[in-house]
């Protein structure tokens, strides 16, 4: 399968994109009243959005990474063909 360049633009951007959002979506849902209960433990919220987080983030790397990966193929084969 081929990944044109600007597509694998995109997909590298939308994983770091993902990875910032998300990471600062963390840092709210720790510091949310709602995460927590009245004893400290946390509440239903913070579990459901702690596994839609660690969900994001693993898709957003897995995205990311495909990016790279792409992005990388289109630069070699410009280079051999450069060398042609």
Known sequence: MR???GTAVFLLLFGVWSWIIWITFAKNL???DQSWSVDGSPTAYFIVHAVLTVVSFVLGTI???????????TRSKERSSDDS
């Open 3 to 5: 990944i044109s360049r």
């Open 30 to 32: 720790w510091a949310s």
């Open 63 to 73: 995205i990311g990474i495909l990016g790279w990966r792409a992005l990388r193929s």
